[in-house]
């Protein structure tokens, strides 16, 4: 994390909210969150917690219904450089079925102004993919490598990754993983990447965003919120520390020795639990 001072931070969010109708309730409901720079971010939460709706915006694929976001520094997809600078990769590795791999590296030529192509076909060639394919008939993990070859090609600030690896077998996600952790090493760029799979987000993030009931419950780098976290032996709550759930608690200041360190899943589902057995919003609508 060496520019953290010179670099905008990744994302930041205000009061972010997003509704997709009048009626609903909102997908992200006032969200307040600040990524530093530099960061592998996990991005975590059960299903329907406003994860991709928070990636889109991020895009700016939608517009929020109130408050700010800005991703490295500036609004999301403020100018044709600025979408440049962002790389997104959506949910089941899209791709166009009837193009060949060689005709997405030429579309994605055409598309972007900081379209690398040399390192595209090196890619695509070191991961086995034939460039006359149609990618119809790739198999799920080649079609994700391609998806994440489009976009680490851009030479893109910022990843993006929706799921990226969720429907990959193990060896092909470990594949996915590698290739992912050495582009943004290599492209010296930050990513965010939305997950179920807490054991893939603990080997590549070391920053964490914990998302339930359309709220930020938790956000950190991983080292920090590890060091913050113990597990209790009783259910007494010693000074200075908050139960958070499931036997975790939070220390304010750095844990006395003689408590147990927590794992990033036992962190992770801890604030998960505690959001489902204590919505906000539900709480928000006894008060009124
Ligand atoms: N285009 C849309 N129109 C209407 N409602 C939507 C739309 N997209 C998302 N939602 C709703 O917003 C909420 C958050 O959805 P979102 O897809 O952001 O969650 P998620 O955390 O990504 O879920 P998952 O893990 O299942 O992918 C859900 O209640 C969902 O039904």
Redesign the pocket.
Known sequence: MPHEHSRPSLLSAEGLTKR?GRR?RP?LDGVDLAVPADRVVGLV?P???????LLHLACGLTEPTSGGLRVLGRRPAADAAHLARVGFMAQDAPVYRSFTVAEHLRLGARLNPRWDMAFAERRVRESGLDPDQRAGGLSGGQRAQLALTIAAAKRPDLLIFD?PAAALDPLARQGFLQSLTSFVADLDAGAIL?S?LLADVEKVCDHLVVLCDARVQVAGDVRDLLAAHRRLPAAEVPAGAELIDQGVARFAAPPPPGYAPVTLEELVLAYMTRAERRPVRAVQEVAR
Do not use: C, P, Q
């Not at 299903?47 to 709706?53: D, H, I, P, R, V």
């Open positions: 997709y609903r997908a939460g299903n329907g917690a406003g994860k991709s709706t799921e939305s179920h």
